[in-house]
């Protein structure tokens, strides 16, 4: 379907990233994989390219874009070629917003110059060994020295996109006991500058897909966080935490149906390849229903687009556009791995890597469930 959410400016992004994407990342993506991780230069040289620049405003060296449509160029380029930037997802969708809203004017001076440069890889820490959704019992806990100068801050995280390589974590915290009458309070955001005594990156987690992005356990032994590292508001970042999510599920679901997108793309170019006389009647069938559900998550991610620009793109409508584009992606890829065969099932070919990649997808930015009981909320069950 014809679409009508970009503007010229929007698709000369695209050409710049695709080129980008193809020349740069392409080639040496299985040696990403291999390693586990980006090389830093990858975030020195998107920050050359402008990405870093969208979002933050011009005394700060950026471009000072409000609008999520650039973010949405560059995620799907990112997921039609079936690569990542490693953690920059996280870097540029998570961090960067926390910084945006909730950063004081001397923080934003110090940090996000280096941002836009790429100078400062960036990650954000909430989850623990034992507290993934329910964010409110976070244990990892800080308090306030005597002299009122810096917080002491002990616990471990894991899970940790970015943890490996990241400069400055947003570390979600206790700064009060917890008061079971309401769980959600006493919650902080401290900056924690990962040169800092105590800190210590632990495992680098083996994951099912998505292996060029460093995923880490990390742990706080007795680390003096400077209160001016204090995020906001100390005890107000469960409300924080929210401000973001209607982007950041927009964001999963752009992602998530350009992947699938993808996989139509890569089974088209083998199918071509194997079958140069034509393909059988099940394949047609098969491409004809996932290119009919991915043109409906692409229709339902444009709308979603528009509304966005004006705010009025709810929480229900994020929870629902990210569910049914990651149900979505992860049906068509598993059913465009079928069409490939055996040569489907090899970690380094397109769909392969795809396949595993996009299986995280139901389960972080908030997972399937999650986002059904935000739905039957929405309709008052
Ligand atoms: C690759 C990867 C990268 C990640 N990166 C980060 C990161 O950078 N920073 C970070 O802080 N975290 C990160 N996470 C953690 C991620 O945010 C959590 O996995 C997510 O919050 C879900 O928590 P959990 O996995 O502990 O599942 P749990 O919350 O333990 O849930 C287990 C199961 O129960 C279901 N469930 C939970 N609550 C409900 C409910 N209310 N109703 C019905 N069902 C429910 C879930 O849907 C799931 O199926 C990452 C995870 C992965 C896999």
Same mark, same amino acid.
């Given at each position: 379907?014809?679409?009508?959410?970009?503007?010229?400016?929007?698709?000369?992004?695209?050409?710049?990233?695709?080129?980008?994407?193809?020349?740069?990342?392409?080639?040496?993506?299985?040696?990403?994989?291999?390693?586990?991780?980006?090389?830093?230069?990858?975030?020195?040289?998107?920050?050359?390219?402008?990405?870093?620049?969208?979002?933050?405003?011009?005394?700060?060296?950026?471009?000072?874009?409000?609008?999520?449509?650039?973010?949405?160029?560059?995620?799907?380029?990112?997921?039609?070629?079936?690569?990542?930037?490693?953690?920059?997802?996280?870097?540029?969708?998570?961090?960067?917003?926390?910084?945006?809203?909730?950063?004081?004017?001397?923080?934003?001076?110090?940090?996000?110059?280096?941002?836009?440069?790429?100078?400062?890889?960036?990650?954000?820490?909430?989850?623990?060994?034992?507290?993934? =959704?329910? %964010?409110?019992?976070?244990?990892?806990?800080? $308090? #306030?020295? @005597?002299?009122?100068?810096? +917080?002491?801050?002990?616990? !471990?995280?894991?899970?940790?996109?970015?943890?490996?390589?990241?400069?400055?974590?947003?570390?979600?915290?206790?700064?009060?006991?917890?008061?079971?009458?309401?769980?959600?309070?006493?919650?902080?955001?401290?900056?924690?500058?990962?040169?800092?005594?105590?800190?210590?990156?632990?495992?680098?987690?083996?994951?099912?897909?998505?292996?060029?992005?460093?995923?880490?356990?990390?742990?706080?032994?007795?680390?003096?966080?400077?209160?001016?590292?204090?995020?906001?508001?100390?005890?107000?970042?469960? =409300?924080? %935490?929210?401000?973001?999510?209607?982007?950041? $599920? #927009?964001? @999963?679901?752009?992602?998530? +149906?350009?992947?699938?997108? !993808?996989?139509?793309?890569?089974?088209?170019?083998?199918?071509?390849?194997?079958?140069?006389?034509?393909?059988?009647?099940?394949?047609?069938?098969?491409?004809?229903?996932?290119?009919?559900?991915?043109?409906?998550?692409?229709?339902?991610?444009?709308?979603?687009?528009?509304?966005?620009?004006?705010?009025?793109?709810?929480?229900?409508?994020?929870?629902?556009?990210?569910?049914?584009?990651?149900?979505?992606?992860?049906?068509?890829?598993?059913?465009?791995?079928?069409?490939?065969?055996?040569?489907?099932?090899? %970690?380094?070919?397109?769909?392969?890597?795809?396949?595993?990649?996009?299986?995280?997808?139901?389960?972080?930015?908030?997972?399937?469930?999650?986002?059904?009981?935000?739905?039957?909320?929405?309709?008052?069950?």
């Amino acid at each position: 379907m014809r679409r009508t959410v970009f503007t010229d400016d929007h698709e000369s992004f695209r050409t710049k990233i695709r080129e980008f994407v193809e020349r740069e990342v392409v080639p040496v993506y299985p040696e990403w994989e291999r390693a586990g991780l980006v090389p830093r230069a990858l975030y020195r040289r998107l920050g050359e390219l402008g990405v870093f620049v969208i979002e933050v405003p011009e005394q700060f060296g950026g471009a000072g874009e409000s609008s999520y449509k650039y973010q949405a160029v560059l995620r799907e380029e990112i997921a039609r070629a079936g690569v990542s930037f490693g953690a920059d997802v996280v870097h540029t969708c998570l961090v960067q917003p926390y910084l945006l809203e909730y950063g004081s004017a001397e923080q934003k001076r110090r940090w996000l110059p280096k941002f836009v440069t790429g100078e400062l890889m960036t990650a954000i820490a909430m989850t623990e060994p034992g507290t993934g =959704s329910d %964010l409110a019992g976070i244990k990892t806990s800080a $308090r #306030l020295s @005597a002299d009122g100068t810096h +917080y002491v801050l002990n616990g !471990a995280k894991t899970f940790i996109t970015g943890g490996v390589q990241a400069d400055l974590i947003l570390v979600v915290c206790r700064t009060a006991p917890i008061d079971p009458a309401n769980r959600r309070a006493g919650l902080s955001i401290l900056c924690v500058d990962t040169t800092s005594e105590g800190f210590a990156v632990g495992r680098k987690l083996e994951k099912l897909g998505l292996r060029a992005q460093d995923t880490a356990e990390l742990s706080f032994t007795d680390v003096k966080v400077p209160v001016a590292n204090l995020l906001g508001q100390d005890g107000a970042a469960f =409300s924080y %935490l929210t401000h973001n999510l209607v982007r950041e $599920r #927009l964001g @999963a679901a752009v992602g998530a +149906y350009a992947n699938a997108s !993808a996989a139509i793309e890569f089974t088209l170019d083998t199918l071509r390849q194997h079958y140069p006389d034509g393909v059988d009647q099940n394949a047609k069938f098969v491409l004809a229903e996932c290119d009919t559900e991915v043109a409906a998550a692409q229709a339902w991610v444009d709308r979603a687009l528009d509304l966005d620009e004006t705010g009025a793109l709810s929480a229900a409508d994020a929870a629902k556009i990210k569910l049914f584009c990651t149900e979505v992606a992860g049906r068509v890829i598993d059913r465009c791995l079928q069409l490939h065969g055996e040569s489907g099932y090899l %970690l380094d070919s397109p769909i392969g890597r795809l396949y595993a990649d996009i299986r995280v997808n139901r389960i972080y930015a908030g997972s399937s469930e999650v986002m059904k009981a935000i739905i039957a909320k929405s309709i008052g069950i």
